[in-house]
Every structure is written in structure tokens, then in C-alpha cells.
């Protein structure tokens, strides 16, 4: 006994399918590099100015003149913060292209002082706060929301999953 099976693809329908996938998938990725930049940015702002730096730790204490100086103007100095007027974290931002995102800080002047912060060190004493990194904690976080989002928009995800 021979039998035979006669199958008709449409494979317009299929084209079209995966094109429309495509579309999607770039603008759910850019949506979601859009979220995890301002998670790490928040990040990088909150663990800062609670003194502590990327991988743990706490960040090297303010010089003798330095706590001086902030007492005077009324900044607290029981650790490093890296906030004076708050103007260096208000101008952290973020731009995504492609399949990437950037953070950099968007006032030249407050870019130069977070790089002599985190880079060059500050000071006589030249003392460094990398403070402008992604810690491998946190790294793991942003990994684990951009795949939970991505997911979920792209309707793979079932809800309450992680």
C-alpha cells in the first residue's frame, strides 16, 4: 500500500510572519535597552551616593580640607558621595543606537569632573573613585530585566516567569 501526501505552503504567509517578527524584535530590543540604561543609571547614581563603589566597598574618604570645606557649606561628610550640587548626576544620560546603549554624561564640565573623579584621581593625593561602572551584581540585574522584558514584549514570556 503507497500512500501519498500532497502539502501546499503559502510561503508568502511565512515571509510575512518572520518580517513582522523582525519589525518587532528591533523596536521591542530598542524598548528595552531604553529600560535597563535608565535602570543603570539609577544604579551607578544610587550606589554613589550612598559611598559605596561598583563591586562593594566603600569609597576612600574625603581629605581633612575637603571635609572642612563641606561642613561648611553644609554637605554631609561621613562618606564620599561624590554629590556637591547634584548637577554631575543630573547629567548622566543615556543614547541607544543599533543594538546598544551608551551612558556618558551630557554637561562637558560635569563629564570632566566625574572623569578625574573615576579616572585620574582628585586632589594632591590623586585619589580615584571608579565610581562610573556597572558592578558585576548589578551587571547580572540589568541582564536579567532587559531578558524579562525583551520576553515578555515580545509575547515569549509566560507571566510570572523569570
Not at 535597563?36 to 539609577?42: G, K, Q, Y
Not at 548622566?92 to 584621581?121: C, P
Request: a positive charge; hydrophobic letters at 35%; aromatic letters at 10%.
Amino acid at each position: 500500500m503507497v500512500a501519498e501526501v500532497k502539502i501546499d505552503i503559502d510561503t508568502n504567509e511565512v515571509k510575512a510572519f518572520i518580517k513582522n517578527i523582525s519589525k518587532k524584535q528591533k523596536a521591542v530590543i530598542t524598548k528595552s535597552l531604553n529600560r535597563v540604561s535608565n535602570m543603570a543609571i539609577l544604579m551607578i547614581t544610587k550606589r554613589t551616593q550612598a559611598g559605596k563603589l561598583p563591586d562593594g566597598g566603600k569609597m576612600r574618604g574625603y581629605a581633612k580640607g575637603t571635609v572642612k570645606s563641606r561642613k561648611k557649606r553644609g554637605r554631609q561628610t561621613g562618606f564620599v558621595d561624590l554629590t556637591d550640587t547634584g548637577k554631575m548626576f543630573r547629567s548622566l544620560d543615556y543614547t541607544v543606537g543599533g543594538l546598544k546603549s551608551s551612558l556618558f554624561f551630557s554637561n562637558m564640565e560635569r563629564a570632566k569632573i566625574a572623569s578625574f573623579h573615576d579616572t585620574f584621581g582628585v586632589g594632591k593625593s590623586k585619589i580615584k573613585r571608579p565610581f562610573f561602572a556597572i558592578g558585576d551584581k548589578e551587571e547580572d540585574k540589568i541582564i536579567n530585566e532587559f531578558r524579562n522584558f525583551y520576553f515578555k514584549e515580545m509575547g515569549l514570556w509566560a507571566k510570572g516567569k523569570t
